[in-house]
């Protein structure tokens, strides 16, 4: 250790702490409230998870299901029908010659037959009277009897293979024109039969869409009330989370003042080498001699407001900020402190004005020129 820091001490001493305490009062209104909210709030967030055991999807009604059901019967229904139908028209494309043969019988057995027999029953009018010519006096000898029969035999023959004959050709006609008015009816009816087959799906695909639209009717009805239920747990389940909410934000919305209280610790100055402990005394002697009207260390106008040009130029022992300044509107540069920096050794003047007694610090103000 050099004589200078033995005798004005270290040029770097070791930094004093300073600790400054704050501490804000909250009105007992606000506090207490706050404490019950946050001891709920513990609460509520230990409690176990409440899972909801209600239905939350509407099944199927019966309207609907009957519609599944009646649909699920007309599967295959459709091709069917129209199969029917196409077999139907198809059959009634096929030639009108194969099917004359049943209308040309009934014909004969209606017409030509019931003509024949009235000529068979002429011929044999015609007999009776050959024989009666043969029996009588003066009568037919054999030979002119077995001529007259053998000709109304040939007559009766000939009349019924021309009446046969005659019958056929019209029974043809009249046989084909009765199967071509059949054929264009079963292709008519073929056709008809589609068309019926269509509508009638047309008409059970409408009832099915009916029953479903009164089934999803129903549905809807009843899944906006598993809804509902299923809203109403959710409102049950949150409302004391809710409450909290409320409550708090009524607090933190409520104006109250604070009361703000800081407690600072003055710094201390580094313990004195025995040459400072003299200068002490010596300055405590001047402070006595002050109060005896002897002020040469009377404090000084040291508010920083009264100042200009202001540098930081060094610290004192007892880590006291040094600076170089001006006084406003005067001549001269001094050396000194910043009396908003040692409230310990600073008073106010009769103009509001801080001063410094500097007896009470390790710092000399002096004037530089």
Request: avoid cysteine; aromatic fraction near 8%.
């Amino acid at each position: 250790m050099g004589i200078f820091d033995f005798l004005f001490g270290s040029k770097n001493p070791p930094p004093v702490e300073t600790t400054n305490i704050s501490t804000t009062e909250i009105p007992k209104y606000i506090a207490e409230p706050t404490a019950d909210i946050i001891g709920e709030a513990m609460d509520v967030g230990k409690e176990a998870y409440i899972p909801y055991t209600g239905p939350r999807l509407a099944g199927l009604g019966q309207f609907e299901q009957d519609a599944a059901a009646q649909a699920q019967a007309m599967k295959g229904l459709g091709a069917l029908r129209a199969s029917q139908a196409y077999t139907a028209a198809t059959a009634s494309g096929a030639p009108a010659l194969g099917g004359v043969s049943p209308y040309m019988t009934d014909y004969n057995q209606k017409v030509a037959d019931i003509a024949a027999q009235k000529m068979k029953d002429q011929s044999a009018i015609e007999q009776q009277n050959i024989a009666a010519k043969a029996a009588g006096a003066g009568g037919l000898d054999a030979s002119r009897f077995a001529i007259l029969e053998a000709e109304r035999q040939k007559n009766l023959g000939t009349g019924l293979g021309d009446l046969y004959t005659k019958a056929n050709a019209a029974a043809y006609q009249t046989a084909l024109k009765a199967a071509q008015q059949d054929k264009a009816q079963q292709l008519r009816s073929g056709m008809a039969m589609g068309t019926l087959g269509a509508q009638a799906q047309t008409v059970e695909q409408a009832d099915i869409q009916q029953q479903l639209g009164i089934g999803q009717l129903g549905r809807g009805l009843e899944q906006t009330a598993l809804d509902i239920g299923y809203t109403d747990f959710l409102q049950e389940r949150d409302y004391p989370k809710e409450q909290l909410g409320f409550v708090s934000n009524i607090i933190r919305g409520a104006p109250f003042g604070s009361k703000t209280t800081s407690v600072g610790q003055i710094p201390q100055a580094q313990p004195a080498n025995p040459f400072q402990q003299m200068l002490g005394l010596g300055m405590q002697g001047a402070s006595m001699a002050a109060g005896l009207g002897w002020q040469p260390l009377a404090p000084k106008p040291s508010d920083m407001r009264l100042k200009e040009d202001i540098k930081l130029v060094g610290k004192s022992p007892s880590n006291v900020n040094i600076y170089s300044f001006k006084y406003k509107g005067k001549d001269g540069k001094y050396e000194g402190v910043m009396a908003q920096e040692v409230p310990w050794a600073s008073t106010v003047d009769d103009d509001g004005y801080l001063m410094v007694d500097y007896s009470k610090l390790d710092v000399e103000f002096k004037r530089l020129n």
